[in-house]
């Protein structure tokens, strides 16, 4: 079975640098398309970026919220999905979830969250 665990994550200050981590085990990160997810308090989740692998190389979309940023990447001999933040803003926290699946509309596989806190 698909299991993602997370880690990283935290309270940090404006302008800060995050690093978050989703390491996938019952499957090769190779074949997932792997996502980042979050949801600010008291609204609702939003796409933050996302990873497609293909033949050409890796696909990768941002929010443009983020954009410039945040950067995902992976470590497929470790089968782990990272999310770098810089210049941390105060909405940036939120509840931050990865996901994979076979595709960016099947992401059937979703980590437990983690909470980022950005003070000003």
């Known amino acids: 079975q698909v299991q993602l665990v997370q880690s990283g994550g935290g309270s940090v200050q404006a302008g800060d640098s995050l690093r978050l981590s989703c390491t996938i085990s019952g499957g090769a990160s190779t074949g997932y398309v792997m996502a980042w997810f979050r949801q600010p308090p008291g609204k609702q989740r939003e796409f933050v970026a996302d990873e497609t692998l293909s033949s050409d190389g890796a696909w990768r979309n941002y929010a443009d919220s983020v954009r410039g940023r945040f950067a995902i990447s992976r470590d497929n001999t470790k089968n782990t999905m990272y999310l770098q933040m810089n210049s941390l803003l105060p909405e940036d926290t939120a509840v931050y979830s990865c996901?994979?699946?076979?595709?960016?509309?099947?992401?059937?596989?979703w980590g437990q969250g983690t909470r980022v806190t950005v003070s000003s």
């Open positions: 996901a994979a699946g076979p595709s960016r509309s099947q992401l059937n596989y």
